[in-house]
Structure formats: structure tokens, C-alpha cells
């Protein structure tokens, strides 16, 4: 086998990590494909674990053990969270993209896979340390960055409907009070997740918290625990949520006035120190 260049081994190694993040590589995996011992494999790891360091580009890490080996997670700073949550708070305050009903248009926002992506990875830096094992969304505006967050910590995605579907088999269905008080149907089909699991819940809008509450209501009919709960937005009024305990990255208010006005901020808790 051609010798292989050490550039050439990391950057490779970095393109296989990154895109699976969260799964465990054996060093002996990487001594096969570049013909290289262990002893070197070490070394590159290690010069790649302060790259991204250095850079702010997640984390490398090693794991001991018999099932041992090299991973890596997509960890963003605070700091560079900020920064990102804020260039989009940015984009979003004023009066053009206020809707009836105290509504923000933003699908845009979910439709752009590295402005996606990049909230994936704010939330998915969260909640690493609770280790769900699955995110769960409502459809179908939260799925972008339900998605993203699941790739992001390298877990499945989970996705309730309003209705059973045919092809997913039997479901559980319930009923919650969505925020405008109406009565909704929620379903999951019963082969998607197992007894006591650990449920991510991730959306992408918090007004009253009616269908966060149902999705918190689904997993406890499914035994499942709830390890965290996250949101892209979340409205200022009500003050007072059906749910507790969640996160969301940004904060929209809309001030009365012809016309009105949308002011959005980042999460005071994204704005506090670590």
C-alpha cells in the first residue's frame, strides 16, 4: 500500500469523524485503512484534538474500554453561540416579518441547512452531558432543526404526527389543548421508541406550550423520560408556559403599532455566563 501522508491521514480522519458525529471509531480501524501503527494513529489523534480546540471546532475525543476508540461532538462555545443566535436576531427584528396572530415568518430560517445546522449544534451542545436517546418533534416546521440536533448528538430522530399513518403500524394517539385552546390529536407509531428511553423534545416555536405539554403527555404513555426540552423561539407573553424547565435560543416580542414590530433577542440563559 502506498505510504500515506500524515496531512492526508488527518484530513481524512477529520472528514469521517465529523460526519458521524458521536460514533466511536477503533484506532485499529484507522491502522488498517492507512497502514499506519497505532503509535502514529495516537499522535494524529491528539494533533486533531487540539485543532479543534484551538479553532472552536468541537470536540475529539478518545474513549477507553474494550468498545473504546475516537469520537468526536460538534460542542459549540458559548461564546460563538452568541454570536450566531445573535446575527439571526438580527435578521429577524422589525415589521416585515410579522404575521397575524403575534406570529414571526422564519421558514426561511428553517429551510437554510447551515443556519440549520448550526442551531442544531447550539442545542446539541446542551444537552450532550443528559444523553437522550432519541430527539422527538411534532410535525412539521420543527423537523430542520430536530434533524440537525439529532446528527448533531448522533441519536435518531423521532417524529409525531396528527394522525396515524398506515405504514408505521399501530400508534398511540392522544388528545392536548394546543396553545390556542383547541382540542388536537397527537400520534406515535409504537414500534418508534422503546421503554424507558430518553426523550430530547425539540421544536421550532413555544408560544402557551399546548403541544410541548402533548409531546411531554406522548412519552409518558410510552414510559419514557423527558431529558430536556428545546426550542428555537419562544414567544415573551404568556409569561407562564404549560411547560417547564425548557430552553429556547431566542425570545420574540411584537410591539403593537402601524405596523408592528418584531423584537427578537437571544435566550437570557445564552446570554448568561457558563
Not at 421550532?204 to 410541548?212: M, V
Not at 409531546?215 to 415573551?236: I, K, S
Not at 408556559?241 to 430552553?247: N, Q
Request: glycine content about 8%; proline content about 4%; charged content about 25%.
Amino acid at each position: 500500500m502506498e505510504k500515506v501522508r500524515r496531512n492526508e491521514r488527518m484530513s481524512a480522519i477529520m472528514k469521517m469523524l465529523s460526519s458521524a458525529p458521536n460514533r466511536i471509531f477503533t484506532l485499529s480501524s484507522f491502522c488498517e485503512m492507512f497502514g499506519s501503527a497505532k503509535s502514529t494513529m495516537s499522535e494524529d489523534v491528539d494533533l486533531l484534538r487540539e485543532m479543534c480546540s484551538h479553532f472552536d471546532l468541537g470536540v475529539v475525543e478518545t474513549v477507553t474500554g474494550a468498545a473504546g476508540g475516537v469520537r468526536y461532538r460538534p460542542a459549540v462555545s458559548r461564546n460563538k453561540a452568541r454570536e450566531t443566535i445573535q446575527d439571526l436576531c438580527r435578521k429577524l427584528s422589525g415589521s416585515e416579518r410579522v404575521l397575524p396572530g403575534g406570529f414571526l415568518y422564519y421558514s426561511d430560517i428553517l429551510s437554510t441547512p447551515d443556519i440549520v445546522n448550526r442551531m442544531g449544534e447550539i442545542i446539541a451542545s446542551e444537552y450532550t452531558e443528559v444523553e437522550p436517546d432519541f430527539v422527538l418533534t411534532m410535525e412539521t416546521k420543527g423537523i430542520p432543526v430536530a434533524f440537525a440536533t439529532a446528527n448533531a448528538l448522533g441519536i435518531p430522530l423521532v417524529i409525531a404526527r396528527h394522525s396515524s399513518k398506515v405504514y408505521e403500524g399501530s400508534a398511540v394517539n392522544i388528545s392536548y389543548v394546543s396553545g390556542s385552546g383547541s382540542i388536537e390529536t397527537m400520534s406515535l407509531s409504537r414500534r418508534a421508541v422503546k421503554e424507558n428511553q430518553r426523550a430530547l423534545i425539540v421544536d421550532d416555536f413555544l408560544k402557551g406550550g399546548g403541544t410541548a405539554k402533548g409531546m411531554v403527555e406522548l412519552m409518558r404513555e410510552f414510559n419514557v423520560t423527558v431529558a430536556g426540552m428545546a426550542f428555537v423561539m419562544a414567544t415573551v407573553t404568556p409569561e407562564k408556559k404549560r411547560v417547564s424547565g425548557e430552553k429556547s435560543l431566542m425570545t420574540l416580542a411584537v410591539r403593537d403599532g402601524e405596523p408592528a414590530e418584531a423584537v427578537v433577542r437571544p435566550a437570557e440563559w445564552l446570554m448568561a455566563d457558563n
